[in-house]
Every structure is written in structure tokens, then in C-alpha cells.
């Protein structure tokens, strides 16, 4: 029996570690991402960068699609596949916008509400049900959303309004997600966003279109990838893990974000932000929490 128990959280606590590594792994290649796309803003229109970062992405992607034959391109939604990748796409070009104009770490302090928003829109569109504590969260969100942005206090830049937007367009996509795996693989979902990321964001690049260097092109190639390595390291962590272990990790975005901005950029996020992003940070942190409590509860009632 003890070995038994001993077996048992050293399966449980290797979970969570491995669940803990993939969600840092992807913070981190999410914070090279943005960097690189910070980087290029004024080299690179914000139009091709876009496209290149959903060309290559969907390029490091083919060879996984190939192995198994492509079934994962059947579907019988493409309509709400259609949803899913218009509203991923705007929220690439709202963040890259975004950086523009603010420091890396505010864009992904700010996007740290996307999960307080999402439980609302599930409450009011898909009918999940209605609990104090996720209402709780979200007022605390809008509260570090609020210390972040500060209106009436400090003048509010177009930075903070698209990464604002970003997060509405994230969440329609947390929606369309949630939708589609009822029904679809994680792995039709994840083609189709590709597919619908190149097509759509080749039209605006061609417009605007200026041939980028080969030292950009590796730039925009290993965007690509990290870009790549964000979804899947994620993925994995959920799959790992406890939606409560991994969250708080999803925080590492912050600091490697405001890392790789003062090395590279001299830029770094005032205070305010990390007070906000903190707050928006633990409210989702309680939140997922409660959730898992409930499920508990709810498992154990309908067990008995």
C-alpha cells in the first residue's frame, strides 16, 4: 500500500512538472515571438508580417498533417472553422499592431484578461452556467485591467486600445474553439486555423508587399516557429496537467516578455503593470480553482 501511495504522487507530481515545463516553454517562445515581430515593425510591414508568421506556421505544421494522411482536414463546420480563423487572425494583427506602440510586457499583461472575459462570453452565448466565483474573477480582472490602462489617470495610447480589442477578438476565438471541440479533433482545428490564417492574411501582405532580406526572412521564419511551438507546448501543458497547476506559469509571459524588452529595447513595463497583470493574474488563478472544486464535488455526487 505504500509503495502504492508513493507510486501514485511521484505519477502525480511528475505530471505536474511536465505540465509546468510545457507551459513555460510556451510563455517563453510566445515572448520570442512578439519580440521578433517588435523588432520588425519598422522594417517589415505589419501586413507581411502577419502572413509570413501564418505561412510558416502552417509550413512547420505539414509534415505532422502528412503522417497521418491529411484526415484531419475533414469537417463538417467549416463555417465556424471560418469563425474560429478570422477572429485568430485579427488578434495577430491587433497584438503586432500593439507593439507598435507599447512595451512588450503591457501587450501581454493586458492579454491575461482573455480568460475572465472568455467565462463570460461562455455564460452568456453557450449557456455554461452562471457562478459568483467567475463573476468574482472578472471584477477583479476588470480591476487590473483597469490599474494597467488607467484612464482619466494617464492619456490611453492606441497600444493599450488594440491590445483591448486583441483580447475580444481571443475571446470570440476561445468561443469558437470551445464550439468546435464538441465536435471536431484538436488537430482539425488546429489545420483549419492555418489554412484560414495564410489564404486570409495573403491578400493584405500582397498590397503592401516589399521582399524582405534573407536576414529578415530568418527572422520571419523562426517567428513562424516559435509562433508554432507556443500552441503546441500549451497544448500539452493542458494535457499534462491540472488547468490550476499550469495556469500560474502562464504568468512567465510577463516577465520574459519585459526581459527580452529591456535587452533588446530598453523598453520595461512600469509598475502599474505588473500590479495589474498580478491581479488579472490571480483572479484567473481563484477562478480556475473554484472550477476544479466544483467539478470535484460534482464527480464525487454523481459517483455516489
Given amino acids: 500500500m505504500i509503495r502504492a501511495y508513493i507510486s501514485q504522487l511521484r505519477n502525480k507530481y511528475s505530471s505536474a512538472v511536465e505540465g509546468a515545463a510545457w507551459m513555460m516553454a510556451s510563455a517563453a517562445t510566445w515572448a520570442v515571438m512578439v519580440a521578433i515581430a517588435r523588432g520588425l515593425k519598422d522594417e517589415v510591414h505589419l501586413f507581411e508580417v502577419v502572413f509570413f508568421r501564418s505561412l510558416f506556421g502552417f509550413l512547420f505544421l505539414v509534415p505532422l498533417f502528412w503522417s497521418k494522411n491529411f484526415t484531419g482536414l475533414r469537417t463538417g463546420r467549416f463555417g465556424m472553422h471560418m469563425v474560429r480563423g478570422l477572429s485568430g487572425v485579427a488578434s495577430l494583427y491587433l497584438m503586432f499592431g500593439a507593439l507598435i506602440f507599447i512595451p512588450m510586457g503591457d501587450v501581454a499583461a493586458i492579454t491575461f484578461t482573455r480568460p475572465l472575459l472568455a467565462s463570460v462570453c461562455a455564460i452568456i452565448f453557450l449557456g455554461e452556467a452562471s457562478r459568483g466565483h467567475r463573476w468574482t474573477a472578472v471584477i477583479f480582472g476588470c480591476i487590473g485591467a483597469y490599474i494597467i490602462v488607467r484612464p482619466g489617470v494617464s492619456p490611453v495610447s492606441w497600444g493599450q486600445i488594440l491590445a483591448i480589442i486583441c483580447v475580444v477578438a481571443m ?10 471541440t464538441r465536435t471536431d479533433s484538436a488537430d482539425t482545428i488546429v489545420v483549419w486555423q ?3 490564417f495564410t489564404t486570409v492574411s495573403i491578400g493584405p501582405a500582397l498590397y503592401v508587399w516589399e521582399t524582405p532580406t534573407l536576414e529578415q526572412v530568418g527572422l520571419l521564419v523562426l517567428m513562424g516557429f516559435a509562433g508554432t511551438l507556443t500552441q503546441r507546448a500549451m497544448t ?12 500560474p506559469f502562464e504568468y512567465m509571459r510577463l516577465p520574459f516578455a519585459a526581459f527580452i524588452g529591456l535587452v533588446l529595447f530598453y523598453e520595461f513595463p512600469d509598475i502599474w503593470v505588473w500590479v495589474g497583470g ?27
Fill in 171 to 180: 475571446v470570440i476565438n476561445s468561443m469558437a474553439i470551445k464550439s468546435l
Fill in 194 to 196: 492555418m489554412i484560414v
Fill in 236 to 247: 500539452r501543458a493542458y494535457r499534462a496537467a491540472d488547468a490550476t497547476i499550469v495556469l
Fill in 278 to 304: 498580478t491581479i488579472i493574474f490571480a483572479a484567473t488563478v481563484y477562478m480556475a480553482h473554484k472550477e476544479r472544486q466544483e467539478a470535484r464535488a460534482e464527480s464525487k455526487s454523481q459517483g455516489t
